[in-house]
């Protein structure tokens, strides 16, 4: 399987703090800011070679990541792999007994299709998996 990191999820407290580092300290070049309502996200994306910084800032406590804030603290939230067929995959890991998060594929920042792996079957990370080709980003 050909593939790459897709992009790297950062949770963060504050967007505009984390801009202060990964935008104006590091260098990185800011593409868009984005909300993704129905995840409960502010989302900024920063390319860094063939893949992302994502930054992520909960719009309120009783979301997902809002939650893994107030549990964790800011930092490396998920991993995201890119797959030539998300529904094929997410069939193929079910039938291994990987425990998904998502067992269909659905839209996420940018427009893609993306499913999450729980991290009980990946070794502690939570995984995001996305369809080439979909999405802007
Ligand atoms: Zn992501």
Known sequence: METKIQHLGV??????????????ALGLTLQEVEVVADQGVRVAMLP???????????????????????KRGPGIHHLCVEVEDLAAKLADLKARGIRLI???PRVGAGGALVAFVHPASTGGVLLELTQRGTGTH
């Not at 949770?11 to 104006?24: E, K, M, P, T």
């Open 102 to 104: 998502d067992e269909e």
């Open 11 to 24: 949770a963060v407290n504050s967007l505009d703090d984390a801009l202060n580092f990964w935008r104006d």
């Open 48 to 70: 860094i070679g063939e893949s992302r910084i994502e930054l992520l800032e909960a719009t309120g406590a009783e979301t997902p990541v809002g939650k893994f804030l107030a």
